[in-house]
């Protein structure tokens, strides 16, 4: 399947119905994998709030974590070794564990395991691995489901403004800045790394309001400020939109502007997930590079075994 | 004082002996704060793994938040729109409401409130405001105190290196781009903020072992890397340390790596923390910006009253 024919699953992705079952009790949950797999918890977890949720992105647990805790382990491949580190540590805790993936070694590890299609790229395997999340967590009923494959399914169909976004970021040669804010700051940190893998090109993630407290003297007067090209998104509260504006002013920069449709949290993260999708692999094509090469990341692999 | 002066009180601001009296029984940390007083949850949350810690940067709290919660509201004003506001609905919860500050309305809030010297700009008090977390959750007896203070001192005397590197930065008229790695994620992400701030510069702050799931492609391939300048610590352990080296030669980049004096985590932390401010420092006064000057970020809060 070329990458962009995988693109287009999305839509039939965010419609499987698995799910964990979950304790009675549980103080916590912690979920680690890395890269196109970790960005599942870290939407997870800007949804989530009705108990600590902890993401890890490295090879070990912390010590908190005991029989109170659900631990959440994903990896599309599921031979991550970072995740199954702290998967293994997990399970000598005692920490219910949960798993996520395409096979592989962590598909051995425990009972409480979803094994999701495998033969795509992780980063576009992203519905497979957080619709279990969201099911479990987040009463994504099926008519939700539904309506968010039709919203998936209507951005496959018109995503005009993506590809001429994209094409403009590589064409201007720009290094892409995107600005988030709750609930969405993990979708920035998304298109950030898509811009990284499918564009090769290097990007900058951050959020309101904390960027108000440091970021707001650079952009006004860094050097080589023309080589960036700062994007947001509109639909926030009153006080982001106000600081959105308000930082445009005092630091004398435009920021362009991407409105997600949908009618709650979910749907409108997915859009501009999905918006993302489209725009970093324009910007590919634009650059003449391969939006499905990772070699280097095999090649790191392969160096560090 | 002026901006140099204010650097140099660093190794008094962490002789103080001020610590909370925790309650024999809690399930959580959380800890609200933005930019330079935020920073001091996002370091001590990679010191501490007893209990979970989440670290807040907006205006709300999350719903699970009740009286089994230590809530630490930390701003150096003490007049933080974000922290009040989350304080406030912390109170409403029945949390256990720890304040640092140097006074404003935050003060006024909760009578655990630990009144540092005030004076300085946020961002030179990070001392003042860390160490109360630190001798309360972290064994800081006033012998590790004393011989940070030391090794503090010392950087204020010897810091050759982070002139030259500074100097170099804008000089060159680079980006930096500072990649950290647990327990230094933060460290690197101070730098971030200090170039901004200090340098008014735009900066990238990344870690290992996330970076290479998505970073690694865009080290290889990007255009415009001559832009920027890739900063990385020394002293990772042996996982890190080869995908460190990994990464520079998978992706043809040379990393500049700054080597951290101290005998824990802490002193490290503390001594990488010093290097970065006069780094940062320097670059401004290369660059013939002031460091001290935050007129915009002030400008941007009479604008969204």
Redesign the interface.
Known sequence: MDFLDELKTLKEQVLIGDFFKVPEHF??IVIAG???S?IVGKLFSELY????V?CL???NI???VDKDTIFIGISYSGNTE?TISCTSEALKKGAHVFIVTGGGKLSQMSENTIIIPSGLQPRSALGYMIMPLLNTFLHMVPERRERLSELLGAVDNHHEEAIELGKRIALE?K?P?IFGF?PFRYVAYRW??Q???N??????SNYF??L??????????????D??FFITFGGSTE?IS??IQ??E???STQFFMVHPLGTDDIEKMFYLIHFGDYMSFETALS?E?DPG??S??E??KR??K
């Open positions: 103080n916590n890395m890269g196109g970790g709030h009705i108990k600590p902890i992105d490295d090879y912390p010590e908190f970072e040669r290094i800045v709750s950030k790394t811009f990284n893998e564009s090769k090109l290097l990007a900058i309001p904390e108000n407290h440091n970021d707001t003297m650079s952009l006004r007067d860094t050097y080589l400020k080589d960036f006080k106000k600081r308000a930082t002013k005092v630091t650059r590079v090469d990772v280097s990341i090649d790191l160096l560090i």
